[in-house]
C-alpha cells in the first residue's frame, strides 16, 4: 500500500464527470467484486458527498441498479474516525478527501477499498472493535472514579500542554493500524490481547502515562504493553506516523514508551518481580 500523499491540484474543470471505483462487499465472509460508477462534480466536493449522490441513483456505469453503497461517517469534519478508507491505494478519512484535488479533470478515476486490517461489515464499512480493545488493553483513560469532590486537579505547564494536545487528537481512525505491517487482520477476537496492540494505543497509553492523574495507572499500562503484542512488537517500519491524519508524533510515542518499559523493568527487577 502506497503512504505518498496525492498532489494538490486547483485548476479542477467545473461540470466535470468522475469515475468511482469501489470494492463492494455484501458482508463478512462474502466475496468482493468492483462496481464502477460515473456522476458529475460539484464544486467543493468531498468523497461522502459523492457516495451520498452514489446512494441517491446507484446505477453502475454498465447500467445495472444496485444496492446503495455502504460507508460509516459521523462528524464529516475529521473529527470522529468513523470514515476512514483506502482511496487510490492511500488510507485516510474521506470526508476530507476533496476531489478537486484527488480528480480535477474529466473522466479522472477515484478507487475506494474498505480497510484491509479489519473485518468489512459491508461494502467499505468496516468493525474497528479490535482498535477500541487495544485501548481498554492499556487503560487509555484518566481514573477519576471517586474523586469528585476532592476539588480541582492538578494543573498542566504550557509546554506538558502542547505536548499533550497534541497526542489527545487521536480519533482512533485506524490509519496508523492499516498502514502498519505488524497489524494484521488474522486474529480473532480470542487472540487479541496477544496480538500487536499498535501504534494508538502505545500513544494513548503515553498521553496517560504523562497525565497528573492519569499516571496512577502507569505501572498497569506499561505491564501490559511488556507483553505479548506490546512495544516489543512493533517493527519500527514508521508507516504509522506517514499516515496519521492528526500528525501525531507516533514514532516519537512509541521510542518514550520503549524508554518508559525499560526503566519499568529495571525497577522491577530490583524489587524482585
Not at 40 to 68: H, K, M, R, W, Y
Not at 150 to 179: D, I, N
Amino acid at each position: 500500500m502506497s503512504t505518498a500523499t496525492a498532489p494538490v491540484r486547483r485548476n479542477a474543470k467545473v461540470g466535470r464527470h468522475v469515475f468511482f471505483r469501489i470494492l463492494r462487499c455484501e458482508g463478512p465472509g462474502k466475496p468482493s467484486q468492483w462496481q464502477e460508477f460515473r456522476i458529475p462534480i460539484p464544486e467543493n466536493a468531498n468523497v461522502i458527498s459523492c457516495l451520498q449522490q452514489i446512494a441517491a441513483n446507484p446505477v453502475t456505469t454498465d447500467g445495472q441498479t444496485v444496492t446503495p453503497v455502504v460507508w460509516d461517517a459521523g462528524c464529516l469534519e475529521e473529527v470522529c474516525g468513523a470514515c476512514t478508507m483506502v482511496i487510490n491505494g492511500k488510507v485516510r478519512q474521506s470526508c476530507s478527501c476533496l476531489i478537486d484535488e484527488y480528480a480535477p479533470n474529466e473522466g479522472d478515476v477515484i478507487t475506494l477499498e474498505p480497510m484491509s486490517k479489519f473485518p468489512v461489515v459491508r461494502d467499505l464499512w468496516v468493525d474497528r472493535s479490535r482498535l477500541f480493545h487495544n485501548l481498554a488493553r492499556v487503560k487509555a483513560w484518566v481514573p477519576i472514579d471517586g474523586t469528585y469532590d476532592l476539588g480541582a486537579g492538578p494543573k498542566e505547564t504550557p509546554a506538558s500542554q502542547a505536548t499533550h494536545y497534541v497526542l489527545s487528537t487521536c480519533m482512533s481512525c485506524g490509519c496508523c493500524l492499516e498502514a502498519c505491517p505488524q497489524f494484521n487482520l488474522e486474529p480473532d477476537s480470542a487472540n487479541w490481547d496477544t496480538a500487536f496492540i499498535g501504534a494508538h494505543a502505545i500513544s494513548q497509553a503515553r498521553l496517560f502515562n504523562d497525565h497528573p492523574t492519569g499516571r496512577e495507572l502507569k505501572d498497569e499500562r506499561l505491564d501490559a504493553l511488556m507483553g505479548e503484542g506490546g512495544i516489543n512488537d512493533c517493527g519500527n517500519a514508521q508507516n504509522c506516523v506517514k499516515v496519521c491524519p492528526k500528525h501525531i508524533p507516533l514514532t516519537e510515542s512509541i521510542a518514550v514508551i520503549g524508554r518508559q518499559t525499560t526503566m519499568h523493568a529495571i525497577a522491577q527487577f530490583f524489587r524482585g518481580r
